[in-house]
Protein backbone atom coordinates (compact mmCIF):
# COMPACT_ATOMS: atom_id res chain seq x y z
CA UNK A 1 0.00 0.00 0.00
CA UNK A 2 2.84 2.46 0.83
CA UNK A 3 4.65 1.82 -2.64
CA UNK A 4 1.33 2.49 -4.43
CA UNK A 5 1.27 5.86 -2.48
CA UNK A 6 4.51 6.58 -3.22
CA UNK A 7 3.96 6.28 -7.02
CA UNK A 8 0.70 8.00 -6.85
CA UNK A 9 2.57 11.18 -5.35
CA UNK A 10 5.16 10.51 -7.72
CA UNK A 11 2.84 11.34 -10.41
CA UNK A 12 0.89 14.12 -8.98
CA UNK A 13 4.45 15.67 -8.41
CA UNK A 14 5.25 15.25 -11.95
CA UNK A 15 2.02 16.10 -13.56
CA UNK A 16 2.33 19.71 -11.74
CA UNK A 17 5.96 20.20 -12.34
CA UNK A 18 5.16 19.74 -15.80
CA UNK A 19 1.87 22.21 -15.96
CA UNK A 20 3.99 24.46 -13.53
CA UNK A 21 6.84 24.73 -16.38
CA UNK A 22 4.30 24.58 -19.21
CA UNK A 23 5.63 25.34 -22.97
CA UNK A 24 8.57 27.40 -23.04
CA UNK A 25 9.58 29.16 -26.97
CA UNK A 26 13.49 29.01 -27.52
CA UNK A 27 15.25 29.80 -30.64
CA UNK A 28 18.69 28.73 -32.26
CA UNK A 29 19.73 31.92 -32.75
CA UNK A 30 17.50 36.24 -32.53
CA UNK A 31 19.31 37.64 -35.12
CA UNK A 32 20.39 36.33 -38.84
CA UNK A 33 22.51 38.93 -40.88
CA UNK A 34 22.29 37.98 -44.52
CA UNK A 35 24.92 40.69 -45.35
CA UNK A 36 25.53 42.48 -48.95
CA UNK A 37 23.19 41.27 -51.36
CA UNK A 38 21.70 42.48 -54.59
CA UNK A 39 17.98 44.29 -54.91
CA UNK A 40 15.80 42.19 -57.02
CA UNK A 41 16.34 38.64 -55.52
CA UNK A 42 14.67 36.85 -52.47
CA UNK A 43 16.65 35.18 -49.60
CA UNK A 44 15.08 32.49 -47.27
CA UNK A 45 16.11 31.87 -43.67
CA UNK A 46 15.10 29.33 -41.25
CA UNK A 47 14.90 29.86 -37.37
CA UNK A 48 14.88 27.11 -35.41
CA UNK A 49 12.68 26.93 -32.57
CA UNK A 50 12.42 24.08 -30.17
CA UNK A 51 9.85 23.61 -27.31
CA UNK A 52 12.08 23.70 -24.08
CA UNK A 53 9.31 23.04 -21.54
CA UNK A 54 6.96 20.60 -20.47
CA UNK A 55 3.80 21.22 -22.14
CA UNK A 56 2.64 21.35 -25.37
CA UNK A 57 3.64 24.71 -27.13
CA UNK A 58 1.16 26.18 -29.92
CA UNK A 59 1.99 28.76 -32.27
CA UNK A 60 -0.65 31.11 -32.48
CA UNK A 61 0.34 32.93 -35.81
CA UNK A 62 3.89 34.65 -37.26
CA UNK A 63 3.75 38.03 -38.44
CA UNK A 64 6.51 40.15 -40.17
CA UNK A 65 6.98 43.74 -39.90
CA UNK A 66 6.87 44.64 -43.56
CA UNK A 67 5.21 43.29 -46.81
CA UNK A 68 8.25 42.35 -48.28
CA UNK A 69 8.75 39.56 -45.35
CA UNK A 70 6.71 36.18 -45.94
CA UNK A 71 7.40 33.68 -42.85
CA UNK A 72 5.70 30.75 -41.70
CA UNK A 73 6.10 28.14 -39.04
CA UNK A 74 6.63 24.62 -40.35
CA UNK A 75 4.51 23.18 -37.48
CA UNK A 76 1.77 25.11 -35.37
CA UNK A 77 2.01 22.32 -32.22
CA UNK A 78 5.68 21.12 -30.68
CA UNK A 79 5.72 18.55 -27.60
CA UNK A 80 8.37 18.61 -24.96
CA UNK A 81 11.64 19.19 -26.82
CA UNK A 82 10.57 18.85 -30.06
CA UNK A 83 11.73 21.18 -32.85
CA UNK A 84 10.62 22.73 -35.91
CA UNK A 85 11.38 26.22 -37.93
CA UNK A 86 10.31 29.50 -38.91
CA UNK A 87 10.81 29.65 -42.42
CA UNK A 88 11.22 33.68 -43.80
CA UNK A 89 11.59 34.53 -47.21
CA UNK A 90 12.90 38.63 -47.87
CA UNK A 91 11.93 40.40 -51.07
CA UNK A 92 14.76 42.87 -51.88
CA UNK A 93 13.04 44.43 -54.89
CA UNK A 94 12.81 48.14 -54.76
CA UNK A 95 15.06 48.20 -51.25
CA UNK A 96 18.22 49.89 -51.16
CA UNK A 97 20.62 50.19 -47.93
CA UNK A 98 20.69 48.97 -45.02
CA UNK A 99 17.65 46.45 -44.05
CA UNK A 100 16.55 45.80 -40.86
CA UNK A 101 13.10 43.65 -39.97
CA UNK A 102 11.47 41.86 -37.50
CA UNK A 103 9.31 38.28 -37.48
CA UNK A 104 7.05 38.35 -34.50
CA UNK A 105 6.07 34.71 -33.23
CA UNK A 106 3.29 33.99 -31.10
CA UNK A 107 2.80 31.35 -28.66
CA UNK A 108 0.81 30.02 -25.58
CA UNK A 109 3.90 30.42 -23.84
CA UNK A 110 3.05 32.31 -20.44
CA UNK A 111 6.24 33.97 -20.14
CA UNK A 112 6.95 35.07 -23.82
CA UNK A 113 3.97 34.94 -25.65
CA UNK A 114 5.34 37.25 -28.36
CA UNK A 115 8.99 36.05 -29.71
CA UNK A 116 10.40 38.39 -31.62
CA UNK A 117 12.92 37.83 -34.33
CA UNK A 118 15.18 40.19 -36.36
CA UNK A 119 17.25 39.79 -39.77
CA UNK A 120 19.57 42.16 -41.37
CA UNK A 121 20.96 42.38 -44.85
CA UNK A 122 22.28 45.64 -47.14
CA UNK A 123 20.77 45.91 -50.23
CA UNK A 124 22.75 47.28 -53.05
CA UNK A 125 22.13 47.53 -57.08
CA UNK A 126 22.44 45.21 -59.29
CA UNK A 127 25.59 44.91 -61.11
CA UNK A 128 27.76 46.33 -58.11
CA UNK A 129 28.85 43.38 -56.47
CA UNK A 130 32.27 41.79 -57.40
CA UNK A 131 30.70 39.20 -60.49
CA UNK A 132 34.96 38.07 -60.32
CA UNK A 133 34.41 36.03 -57.08
CA UNK A 134 33.66 32.34 -55.43
CA UNK A 135 29.94 31.44 -55.65
CA UNK A 136 28.88 28.53 -53.26
CA UNK A 137 25.88 26.64 -53.78
CA UNK A 138 24.46 23.21 -52.46
CA UNK A 139 23.16 20.50 -53.91
CA UNK A 140 20.15 20.57 -51.50
CA UNK A 141 19.38 22.87 -48.38
CA UNK A 142 17.12 21.07 -46.84
CA UNK A 143 16.91 16.87 -45.71
CA UNK A 144 14.28 14.71 -44.48
CA UNK A 145 15.58 11.45 -43.49
CA UNK A 146 12.05 10.42 -42.62
CA UNK A 147 11.23 7.95 -39.45
CA UNK A 148 14.29 5.96 -38.30
CA UNK A 149 14.70 3.40 -35.36
CA UNK A 150 17.06 4.38 -32.52
CA UNK A 151 20.49 3.10 -33.45
CA UNK A 152 20.45 3.72 -36.79
CA UNK A 153 23.09 4.84 -39.25
CA UNK A 154 22.28 7.40 -40.96
CA UNK A 155 24.40 9.14 -43.34
CA UNK A 156 23.74 11.88 -46.50
CA UNK A 157 25.93 13.09 -49.09
CA UNK A 158 25.91 16.48 -50.37
CA UNK A 159 27.92 18.08 -53.03
CA UNK A 160 29.09 21.70 -52.28
CA UNK A 161 29.76 23.73 -56.08
CA UNK A 162 31.79 26.26 -56.89
CA UNK A 163 30.09 28.20 -60.13
CA UNK A 164 32.05 31.26 -59.74
CA UNK A 165 35.41 32.50 -61.13
CA UNK A 166 37.80 31.77 -58.42
CA UNK A 167 38.52 29.47 -55.71
CA UNK A 168 36.09 28.46 -53.31
CA UNK A 169 37.42 28.12 -49.75
CA UNK A 170 35.29 26.43 -47.06
CA UNK A 171 36.64 28.13 -43.65
CA UNK A 172 34.67 25.94 -41.41
CA UNK A 173 31.96 24.15 -41.01
CA UNK A 174 29.86 24.20 -37.87
CA UNK A 175 27.49 21.72 -36.59
CA UNK A 176 24.20 22.32 -34.01
CA UNK A 177 25.06 19.16 -32.19
CA UNK A 178 27.58 16.92 -31.02
CA UNK A 179 25.33 14.43 -32.76
CA UNK A 180 25.90 15.28 -36.16
CA UNK A 181 29.47 15.11 -37.63
CA UNK A 182 30.57 16.16 -40.99
CA UNK A 183 33.10 14.31 -43.22
CA UNK A 184 34.60 16.49 -45.49
CA UNK A 185 38.16 16.83 -46.68
CA UNK A 186 38.65 19.43 -49.66
CA UNK A 187 37.96 22.79 -48.72
CA UNK A 188 39.23 24.30 -51.64
CA UNK A 189 36.97 23.88 -54.65
CA UNK A 190 38.00 25.30 -57.94
CA UNK A 191 35.51 26.93 -60.31
CA UNK A 192 33.44 25.18 -62.20
CA UNK A 193 34.26 22.20 -59.36
CA UNK A 194 31.97 20.60 -56.60
CA UNK A 195 33.35 18.52 -53.50
CA UNK A 196 31.36 15.93 -51.34
CA UNK A 197 30.33 16.42 -47.99
CA UNK A 198 29.02 12.89 -46.03
CA UNK A 199 26.81 14.69 -42.76
CA UNK A 200 26.44 11.39 -40.27
CA UNK A 201 23.21 11.40 -37.53
CA UNK A 202 23.87 9.91 -34.37
CA UNK A 203 20.40 8.77 -33.53
CA UNK A 204 21.22 7.23 -30.12
CA UNK A 205 20.71 11.33 -29.21
CA UNK A 206 16.92 10.79 -27.85
CA UNK A 207 13.16 10.09 -29.11
CA UNK A 208 10.66 12.59 -31.51
CA UNK A 209 11.18 14.84 -34.24
CA UNK A 210 14.14 16.72 -34.42
CA UNK A 211 15.65 19.25 -36.29
CA UNK A 212 19.32 20.26 -36.91
CA UNK A 213 21.40 22.37 -38.77
CA UNK A 214 25.02 22.00 -40.49
CA UNK A 215 26.46 26.00 -41.16
CA UNK A 216 28.92 25.83 -43.73
CA UNK A 217 31.25 29.18 -43.55
CA UNK A 218 33.22 30.24 -46.80
CA UNK A 219 34.94 32.81 -48.75
CA UNK A 220 32.08 33.73 -51.22
CA UNK A 221 31.46 37.32 -50.21
CA UNK A 222 27.70 37.21 -51.40
CA UNK A 223 26.79 33.78 -49.48
CA UNK A 224 29.48 33.22 -46.50
CA UNK A 225 27.42 31.31 -44.82
CA UNK A 226 24.85 28.74 -45.89
CA UNK A 227 22.88 26.42 -44.23
CA UNK A 228 21.38 22.48 -44.55
CA UNK A 229 18.82 21.74 -42.21
CA UNK A 230 18.37 17.90 -41.11
CA UNK A 231 15.23 16.37 -40.18
CA UNK A 232 14.25 13.16 -38.57
CA UNK A 233 11.85 11.53 -36.68
CA UNK A 234 13.47 8.90 -34.47
CA UNK A 235 11.52 6.17 -32.18
CA UNK A 236 12.41 3.04 -30.50
CA UNK A 237 13.34 -0.29 -31.64
CA UNK A 238 10.18 -2.46 -32.00
Do not use: W
Given at each position: ??????????????????????????????????????????????????????????????????????????????????????????????????????????????????????????????????????????????????????????????????????????????????????IFQNPTIEPENSAKMTVQFDTSEKIG??????????????????????????????
Amino acid sequence: MKKIFILILLFVTTLNFSQIIGPVISVNKMTHDFGDIEEGGIVEYDFIITNSGGDLLTIKGVNASCGCTAAKPNKNELEPNESSYIHVEFNTSHRNGQQKKYVYVKSNDPKNPELRLCFTANIVPKGTLNIDRPKISLSKYQHDFGTVQKGDNIELEIEIFNKGTKNLTISDIMTSSKYVNVIFQNPTIEPENSAKMTVQFDTSEKIGKIIRTVNILSNDPLNSQLTLTLIINIVDRS
